[in-house]
Antibody, heavy 121, light 107 residues
Framework: EVQLVESGGGLVQPGGSLRLSCAASGFIFSRNWMHWVRQVPGKGLVWVSRIDGEGTGTAYADSVKGRFTISRDNAKNTLYLQMNSLRAEDTGIYYC??????????????WGQGTLVTVSS | EIVLTQSPGTLSLSPGERATLSCRASQSVSTSDLAWYQQKPGQPPRPLIYGASSRATGIPDRFSGSGSGTDFTLTISRLEPEDFAVYYC?????????FGGGTKVEI
């Protein structure tokens, strides 16, 4: 079974740091790009970042560029999101998602259950 | 950056009725890059449609996607009780991705 399990969320003060992890199982992790997506409870989805299979190509939403770093350890089948200089607006549930191509069309499948990050003093 | 606008924000319908959800892009996008997701309370999103019109694995045929250019539609032909949820469209760009604001389908 393909599965993604996030961890590392919690309460952090503004300006603080946090590292999220996403443990993958059930597929060959290095073959897939991976993404992080944020959702404020009760609100919409916001794409945060993505990384290619080798870990050499990354992209970020403008709102997190320069503060967040996405990385992966293919030997450990784990995706990471290092979050620095955190702001209140970074609060939300962070999901990791596998990028998979069905007939060449990209989709996110599956998604993890998410980990909650709360930035507050 | 492509902006996706979904309408309506909320759709109030009854089981058995037809639901038509709209997703409008701020500029023309490739159908290959347009997908739809369903999210129920307390759960992560799950894929419904990819490539604008292809159903994901396990998605019943009452769900269909259509459209091109800037206008895309998700149609649920006959609503079942388990279909009441929030639906998001998503564009996959070369350097960034965007989601629409979502449409809530409620009883």
């Amino acid at each position: 079974e393909v599965q993604l399990v996030e961890s590392g969320g919690g309460l952090v003060q503004p300006g603080g740091s946090l590292r999220l992890s996403c443990a993958a199982s059930g597929f060959i992790f290095s073959r897939n790009w991976m993404h992080w997506v944020r959702q404020v409870p009760g609100k919409g989805l916001v794409w945060v970042s993505r990384i290619d299979g080798e870990g050499t190509g990354t992209a970020y939403a403008d709102s997190v560029k320069g503060r967040f770093t996405i990385s992966r350890d293919n030997a450990k089948n784990t995706l990471y999101l290092q979050m620095n200089s955190l702001r209140a607006e970074d609060t939300g549930i962070y999901y990791c998602a596998r990028d998979i191509r069905y007939s060449g069309h990209p989709t996110f499948d599956p998604w993890g259950q998410g980990t909650l990050v709360t930035v507050s003093s | 950056e492509i902006v996706l606008t979904q309408s309506p924000g909320t759709l109030s319908l009854s089981p058995g009725e037809r639901a038509t959800l709209s997703c409008r892009a701020s500029q023309s996008v490739s159908t290959s890059d347009l997908a739809w997701y369903q999210q129920k309370p307390g759960q992560p999103p799950r894929p419904l449609i990819y490539g604008a019109s292809s159903r994901a694995t396990g998605i019943p045929d009452r769900f269909s996607g259509s459209g091109s250019g800037t206008d895309f539609t998700l149609t649920i032909s006959r609503l079942e009780p388990e279909d009441f949820a929030v639906y998001y469209c998503r564009h996959y760009g070369s350097s960034s991705l965007t989601f629409g604001g979502g449409t809530k389908v409620e009883i």
